[in-house]
């Protein structure tokens, strides 16, 4: 467990394993533990970097941040990890929000990326039906200031996950009851919920990246909001859509399952 000084910022890492470099960013959850479960099931081929993201847990904030800019910086510190860490591009994976913050990383630092694996982004800005999802996220939020977080988080899966997912994300909560736990979800509620899905990402860019990029969705997500925009961004750069097992949380669902394909996945892809 180590901590690295960023501008605006304290980031908790942990690093375990030996092999290439393998960063995983947690979504809506933003801390790096959720991940702990798939990264022991990883470290045989790959050293796995888990993190919490700024704000998250045990990453505090230091002074006044960018409200602006929060996926930027979200992914500058991505790219300040990577360089304290390695002086090889390194292999990223993200979930989620994670992912969006990945696919960010990846426009603005991508020397620093071998690969970056994108599960499941809900960029809703890519989708035809976006100013519906902007309307929901707005109710749920509005739900989270006068109903609290639990109820708004019960809201928030009931609309984009499947029963499997709602059941994991409800079993978290209760275990997770801690100091942190509806801390993390007020920190999502307010800064990311309403905003990560609204990125207008530079897809010219993107493009440019497109043999550093891999877009993976569940199995059980195909007729799910959560993978409609990979399927969209797949048929804007002309290639395959990967699925691994499980849904939009396969890697808690379906451990070993998913831990396989990814690493199935990435043998595939010359390191």
Known sequence: MS????????????VSG?????????????TGAVFHKLAFSLISRYQVVIYDRR??????LDGPQDDAHR?????????????????????????????????????????HMHKVVAHEPPLVALMPDAAYWWGVFERIYDSSR????PKAMHQFTSRIM???????IERLMKEQANEFALANA?????????????AQLDLDALATYANQLVLVSGSNSRQQMTAQPNQLLAERFGFDLSEVPGGHLGFLSHLAPFANALM???RREPL
């Not at 007020?186 to 609204?198: D, F, G, K, N, V």
């Open 186 to 198: 007020a920190y999502w509620m307010e800064y990311e919920l309403r905003q990560y899905p609204r």
């Open 162 to 168: 499947g029963k499997e997912e709602r059941q994991i």
């Open 55 to 60: 704000g998250f847990s045990h990453s505090p």
């Open 71 to 111: 996926l930027q910086t979200d992914a500058d510190d991505v790219r300040r990890l990577l360089e304290h860490l390695t002086d090889q591009p390194a292999i990223v994976f993200g979930n989620s929000s994670g992912a969006i913050v990945a696919l960010t990383a990846l426009i603005q630092s991508p020397r």
């Open 146 to 149: 006068k109903n609290g977080i």
């Open 18 to 30: 030996s092999g290439p470099l393998l960063l995983l960013i947690p979504g809506a959850a933003g």
């Open 264 to 266: 199935s996945l990435l």
């Open 3 to 14: 901590i690295l000084h960023v501008p605006g910022a304290q980031l908790f890492y942990e």
